[in-house]
Every structure is written in structure tokens, then in C-alpha cells.
């Protein structure tokens, strides 16, 4: 038996002894009862706790105003923001392009905080690593649509034009 297979036998053994002094002390089964026989049939433990991010602390000291620890979240944001402002106004003939680009921008500002900034706040969702890639590879793609949308568009990339041609 592996050392899984007696911590688990062990912990069977546990949940069933506290089960049946359940039953005893109420005449019958109950509610309790029922969970306990369910956690039984459990492969894993509980989970009670997940750890947090990693740079997920402050990236201010906790005395500064809660603008100043969240310095990270507030800058990308506000970058995604001018650029959805630059979209809505719409005034002048490419702003839906430079808009556009100005949220992909946030983006690739958030991957580089990321990777630079030792603690970010709650810019930071996943691991290092994972939130690198994704707000850099959703940056990149945002900022590539944005240079090859229709009309005139500032990038042709031909054999995106042949796949897009093959797919409609």
C-alpha cells in the first residue's frame, strides 16, 4: 500500500468513527451523516485555502491610499480607457485604429509590469508566467488586428489575407 493509499485508509477510518458517533448521539442518520459518507467517497482532501498570486502583495506600502497600492491595475486601466475614449469620440478618420491600439498598449504594459514590477497588486491573477502570456499574447493580437482592419490597413500580412479568403 502506498503512503496515499494509508493516508486516505487513514482518513476513511477518521470520517467514519466521527459519522457513527454522529448516529449515535442524534438516533439516526442526518445531514452530517450524509456529508461525512460523501467526503468518504472522496478521492482528494479539501481544499481550505488557495495561495495568492505571485507579486500579488501591495505594490505600495499600507499606508499609502488604496489609489497609490494599486498603482499597477490603475495605470493599465487608464491606458484602456483613453483608448476606449479615442474609439468612442471618433474624431478623427483612423481613431478606431489608434484606439484600438491604445487598449492592445495596456495590455503589453500589463505583461511588462508583470515581468519588471516585483509586486503588482491585483494586476497579478495567476502566476508570473501565466498572466506574462496572456495579457502579452491578447496585447499582440489586439495590436495586430488593429494595424490589419479594413480599409487601408497600415499591415498586410499576405498569408492571413489567404487564410481569411479560404475560411469566408
Same mark, same amino acid.
Given at each position: 500500500? %502506498?503512503?496515499?493509499? $494509508?493516508?486516505?485508509?487513514s !482518513?476513511?477510518? =477518521?470520517?467514519?468513527?466521527?459519522?457513527?458517533? =454522529?448516529? $449515535? $448521539?442524534?438516533?439516526?442518520?442526518?445531514?452530517?451523516?450524509?456529508?461525512?459518507?460523501?467526503?468518504?467517497?472522496?478521492r482528494?482532501?479539501?481544499? %481550505? !485555502?488557495?495561495?495568492?498570486?505571485e507579486?500579488?502583495?501591495r &505594490?505600495?506600502?499600507?499606508?499609502? /491610499?488604496?489609489?497609490?497600492?494599486?498603482?499597477?491595475?490603475? @495605470? =493599465?486601466?487608464?491606458? #484602456?480607457?483613453i483608448?476606449?475614449?479615442?474609439v468612442?469620440? !471618433?474624431?478623427?478618420?483612423? /481613431?478606431?485604429?489608434?484606439?484600438?491600439m491604445?487598449?492592445? &498598449?495596456?495590455?503589453?504594459?500589463?505583461?511588462?509590469?508583470?515581468?519588471?514590477?516585483? /509586486? =503588482?497588486g491585483?494586476? #497579478?491573477?495567476? @502566476?508570473?508566467?501565466?498572466d506574462?502570456?496572456?495579457?502579452g499574447?491578447?496585447?499582440?493580437?489586439?495590436?495586430?488586428? $488593429?494595424?490589419?482592419?479594413?480599409?487601408?490597413?497600415?499591415?498586410?500580412?499576405?498569408?492571413?489575407? !489567404?487564410?481569411?479568403?479560404l475560411?469566408?
Open positions: 500500500m %502506498t503512503a496515499e493509499g $494509508a493516508a486516505g485508509a !482518513d476513511d477510518k =477518521v470520517v467514519e468513527r466521527e459519522a457513527t458517533a =454522529v448516529e $449515535a $448521539a442524534t438516533g439516526g442518520e442526518t445531514a452530517a451523516v450524509e456529508a461525512a459518507k460523501r467526503a468518504r467517497r472522496r482528494f482532501g479539501l481544499t %481550505t !485555502d488557495t495561495a495568492p498570486p507579486g500579488g502583495g &505594490a505600495a506600502p499600507g499606508d499609502a /491610499s488604496a489609489p497609490a497600492r494599486q498603482w499597477p491595475l490603475l @495605470s =493599465v486601466l487608464v491606458l #484602456a480607457g483608448g476606449l475614449v479615442v468612442g469620440v !471618433d474624431a478623427f478618420p483612423q /481613431s478606431f485604429r489608434v484606439g484600438t491604445l487598449v492592445g &498598449a495596456a495590455l503589453l504594459l500589463g505583461a511588462v509590469m508583470r515581468r519588471v514590477v516585483p /509586486s =503588482v491585483m494586476l #497579478a491573477v495567476r @502566476s508570473r508566467f501565466t506574462m502570456i496572456t495579457y499574447v491578447m496585447g499582440s493580437l489586439i495590436v495586430l488586428l $488593429a494595424l490589419m482592419v479594413q480599409p487601408h490597413p497600415w499591415l498586410r500580412i499576405p498569408f492571413l489575407e !489567404d487564410v481569411l479568403h475560411t469566408l
